[in-house]
Structure formats: C-alpha cells, structure tokens
C-alpha cells in the first residue's frame, strides 16, 4: 500500500478563495482524521469519519471549513472563503480503529496571502 | 475537554546526551501513543502503552505508562542527530488529542 496519499503537497491562495484538499486514506482503514498543525496550536483534530461517517466534527474552526467522505477511499476539506489565519499544515490520517495506530499522509501547506 | 499537556517544549542537547520528554492528561487514558516528526515531515507512530505502569524499550528509546494511566515519559539514551524532531503524545478514549510536542535539537 502507499499510505495515505494527500494533495495536493502544497497550495497558495488568495484570501477570498475557495480551497479544496483531498485525502485517499488506507485500504482497509475504516477511521480517517483531519489535522491542522500551527506552531501556535499544535496539531488539532478538526474532523474524523468512521466508515465514511462523521463521527466529530467539534474541531472544525467555523462554518468557513466543511469536510465530505462519500465512499471509502477518498475524503476532501473543504476552506470557504479562506482566509490568512487558515494557513498552516493540513494532515490526514488513517487508522484500523480510532484509538489505534494513526498513519499520516504528506500533508497539504496551504498558504493564504 | 479532555488535554494532554507536554513538556518541555524544546529541549536542545549534546550528542551524546540523554533526552527525556514528559505527557501529562487532565483525565485517565485507556492508551497512549508516541509519534515522531521530523522537520519538514508528517508525524510518525512510534509506539502504544495500554497498561498501568508498562514500559517498553525500542533500541534507545525507553517509553512508560504511568501507574494511574495519566502521564507518561520518553526517554532516549545517547542521543545521535538521527532523533532530532518533534515528539508527540496522543492520548484519549473517543478520539486522540495531541500533546503540543517537544522538540528536540541536537547540538553536535
């Protein structure tokens, strides 16, 4: 398996703008989380699905931000409008449970000017 | 809500030297994980602790679980530039908060 796979790896954009990240989680993984790391926060968890579900989306900053999974291998988050204070290191990760092991993708940068 | 607090938050060494990171949660964890970040990089599963008081060894790292399942320690000895990086704990029962990390600086 090649692990979970983001992109893209690095996004800029204009405040305003709509932003789209997209997550292929590991075969098999029926959990998948979405973090957002800063050097102010840390790393937060913004949403998780169990088996293509949102189970808690309390992370979620605003109504700007919006998460979908429609089938097993595929998950998006969504930014609109973005704004400055959105930019950070967008993580996604997946897991065989959701206390379990979590494996991370690459990460999305996303630069807001 | 439930927090894992982590300290100290940087931590520059010798090479050579010892390195220990401490996980303290408000509340009792049914687990405990440790990932590591390297620069520029995504976390990385280390290890987990489930029971009470478990300490487990990976070549130079030591991980404990304490006693009441509230804290927890990293300790790696002799340090080499390879471990410089972040380290996280990740604890909870419904879902996995993330410590704020310690990052570790190697001084050559």
């Known amino acids: 398996d090649a692990g979970v796979i983001q992109s893209p790896r690095h996004e800029v954009t204009e405040m305003g703008q709509e932003v789209t990240l997209r997550c292929k989680p590991i075969s098999g993984h029926d959990y998948l989380f979405w973090y957002r790391q800063t050097m102010m926060r840390g790393l937060e968890l913004l949403i998780y699905f169990n088996n293509n579900v949102p189970i808690d989306d309390s992370g979620m900053p605003e109504d700007r931000f919006s998460a979908k999974m429609p089938n097993a291998s595929f998950s998006t988050l969504k930014i609109q409008p973005s704004e400055p204070r959105d930019s950070a290191v967008y993580f996604c990760a997946s897991s065989l449970g959701h206390v379990s092991e979590a494996f991370f993708g690459q990460g999305t940068r996303l630069t807001v000017v | 809500g439930q927090q894992v607090m982590q300290i100290p938050q940087y931590q520059h060494v010798q090479e050579g030297e010892d390195f220990t990171t401490y996980c303290n949660s408000s509340t009792t964890l049914s687990n405990i994980q440790w990932y590591k970040q390297r620069p520029g990089g995504h976390p990385v599963f280390l290890i987990q602790?489930?029971?009470?008081?478990e300490v487990k060894k990976q070549k130079r790292l030591t991980f404990q679980f304490g006693e009441a399942k509230k804290n927890s320690s990293l300790h790696i000895t002799a340090t080499q530039t390879t471990d410089v990086g972040t380290y996280f704990c990740a604890g909870g029962d419904d879902k996995i908060i993330f410590g704020k990390g310690t990052r570790l600086h190697i001084l050559p």
């Open positions: 602790l489930v029971k009470s008081g």
